[in-house]
């Protein structure tokens, strides 16, 4: 995006967005010269967070595809769903299977005016404003209903979103509220970042993050299982983006994945 062209109304160009790093990130066009400078910070200090999100985004899509495929789901809430990009989900699901019907959920104003551009031909695909934060808004918006019913198995993606929301913010209570409206057979599917790999480096990076505007909290692997709570995890449990369920074998430097994923099911 050129940041001659006027921002959309409600979008403060000057202030970097999650959706819009991860889209520089990804080589996206969709940014602002704040979000790129913030991603540059980030950058000069973790070269590899480049891969890093392209991995994670690797990740979603074969998660999409096992739910779709080999788990049955048909319907899937993808919350902090970031910019439309390539393979989005709806697309990926389809290719899968046939009939998904997909509700894309992103605070950013931007977000939603390009998904709806993207959609707006679609009957079974559709996106809403709305903030993980206050999931009781989210859960009870008026088109939530029509493409998502809770009484039957839905797959909830929350991927590279959970490590946007601050413990004082309540991210296990907001998990714990989808697990609760989840039907058995359901799936929850979680990326994260973690400390684990560079506890030093990665408390200075999100240093670096805060002050630039783009605030974000790593969490332990001990900390991410908690988000799954008696949800039963898939094979390969919880892991770096690149080792759940690869389809290609890529050289890959696991010490310098900071992601981690995973796939669980609603008994």
């Not at 991860?22 to 066009?29: E, P, R, T, W």
């Not at 031909?121 to 808004?137: A, H, K, Y």
Request: aromatic share 8%.
């Amino acid at each position: 995006m050129s940041d001659l062209r006027p921002a959309p109304a409600g979008v403060d160009p000057n202030t970097p967005s999650a959706a819009r790093i991860y889209d520089y990130a990804l080589g996206g066009k969709d940014n602002y010269e704040a979000d790129r400078a913030a991603a540059e910070k980030a950058f000069a200090m973790a070269p590899e967070m480049p891969l890093m999100a392209r991995q994670n985004r690797e990740f979603l899509g074969r998660a999409v595809r096992f739910l779709a495929g080999e788990a049955g789901i048909r319907q899937f809430l993808d919350i902090g769903s970031g910019l439309p990009t390539q393979q989005n989900v709806h697309q990926v699901a389809a290719e899968a299977a046939e009939g998904t019907r997909v509700v894309y959920v992103d605070y950013d104003p931007l977000v939603v005016a390009h998904g709806d551009a993207l959609v707006a031909d679609s009957e079974n695909v559709t996106f809403i404003r709305g903030d993980l934060r206050q999931i009781g808004d989210i859960l009870s918006h008026p088109d939530l209903p029509r493409l998502i019913d809770f009484s039957e198995p839905v797959a909830v993606l929350l991927v590279a979103v959970l490590h946007f929301v601050r413990d004082e913010e309540g991210p296990y209570e907001v998990v714990s509220r989808l697990r609760e409206v989840m039907a058995p057979g359901s799936y929850l599917a979680v990326s994260h970042v973690t400390p684990d790999p560079h506890p030093e480096e990665t408390a200075e990076l999100v240093q670096v993050s805060t002050k630039a505007g783009a605030p974000w909290v790593a969490r332990t692997r001990d900390e991410l299982l908690r988000f799954f709570g008696d949800l039963e995890l898939v094979e390969p449990g919880l892991v770096t983006a690149p080792e759940w369920r690869p389809g290609i074998a890529r050289p890959v430097d696991f010490g310098k994945m900071w992601v981690l994923s995973g796939v669980a099911r609603k008994p």
